[in-house]
């Protein structure tokens, strides 16, 4: 089978699941992978015949996005703010609205003298596949960094990838909403979440990609029916941790902007900005503590 006729082949099967744009893009990014030739390239190559590791490759990709696997835990690989990320069922797929925030958080910091970041402290709240800590450790090598998650399935995948980028972050497991949890995190100057807040009434709404692939723990607050459950916890939190001047970002559930703006003014943060994601939404949030 040629190159050319495996990628007309791959999106027929998936246009009985996906609609034209989805099959394309998917296809596009399956067959870059498999043959390691871009778009451009694969005008001059695509009469090229696929091997036959290739193509056992190719058939069982096809059968796990037939089941609605997500492209990348096929891949087992996502990219996210420049880097190659190991991604599998533990954790979730990195979301362009998460590279926002992670865009933010390092604009914010970069405005000081570059001298006075040696030294400063960040932690991740919820680290999931570790991609905002990376990330941000990669922006700015002078920082110590450090991610915690509940799930040993994520810190897992989380340690892969600093081992894989040679990247100095600590991954911890912590249970943020346990009575321990205070005595476990150190001060900080930054504290950045992107922690689960989808609420169980939205299920209805989602793709079955998402519900029947991601992990739950991830994206629905646990054995809570309060999608702001983690909000309330990180921000009370924070304003323990957090050294004076230090910031807390977020990014947030549409749904509950109001809820999250007034405790964060309870607990005494200043300068609360909100900020929309490149579709519109009120995504992520700033605050800094005095």
């Given at each position: 089978m040629t190159i050319r006729e495996a990628e007309l082949k791959t999106k027929s099967s998936l246009l009985s699941y996906y609609d034209n744009r989805e099959a394309s893009a998917i296809t596009d990014l399956l067959i870059e992978d498999l043959t390691g030739f871009s778009r451009v390239d694969r005008i001059l190559h695509d009469q090229d015949l696929l091997t036959d590791r290739q193509l056992t490759r190719l058939q069982c990709s096809n059968k796990y996005l037939l089941q609605k696997m997500p492209l990348h835990y096929v891949l087992g690989?996502?990219?996210?703010?420049?880097?190659?990320?190991?991604?599998?069922?533990?954790?979730?797929?990195?979301?362009?609205?998460?590279?926002?925030?992670?865009?933010w958080v390092s604009e914010t910091i970069n405005t000081g003298q570059q001298q006075a970041l040696a030294g400063k402290y960040l932690i991740d709240i919820g680290t999931g596949s570790g991609c905002i800590p990376l990330a941000l450790k990669n922006n700015m090598p002078s920082f110590h960094v450090m991610g915690c998650d509940i799930s040993d399935g994520a810190l897992g995948v989380a340690r892969h990838n600093a081992r894989l980028l040679g990247l100095d972050v600590r991954f911890n497991k912590i249970d943020i909403l346990s009575e321990v949890a205070k005595e476990l995190l150190p001060e900080v100057d930054y504290i950045v979440s992107n922690p689960p807040y989808i609420d169980r009434r939205e299920k209805e709404e989602m793709d079955a990609h998402v519900l029947d692939y991601e992990p739950h723990l991830a994206l629905f607050p646990n054995q809570t029916d309060e999608a702001t459950v983690f909000y309330r916890q990180i921000s009370a939190l924070a304003s323990t941790k957090l050294r004076p001047g230090g910031c807390l970002f977020f990014e947030i559930n549409p749904l509950f902007v109001t809820e999250i703006l007034q405790m964060l003014k309870a607990l005494r943060f200043s300068e609360i900005e909100v900020r929309k994601d490149l579709q519109g939404k009120e995504r992520m949030v700033k605050a800094v503590f005095k």
């Open positions: 690989y996502a990219y996210f703010a420049g880097l190659k990320l190991k991604v599998n069922n533990q954790v979730l797929i990195p979301r362009p609205e998460t590279e926002e925030l992670v865009s």
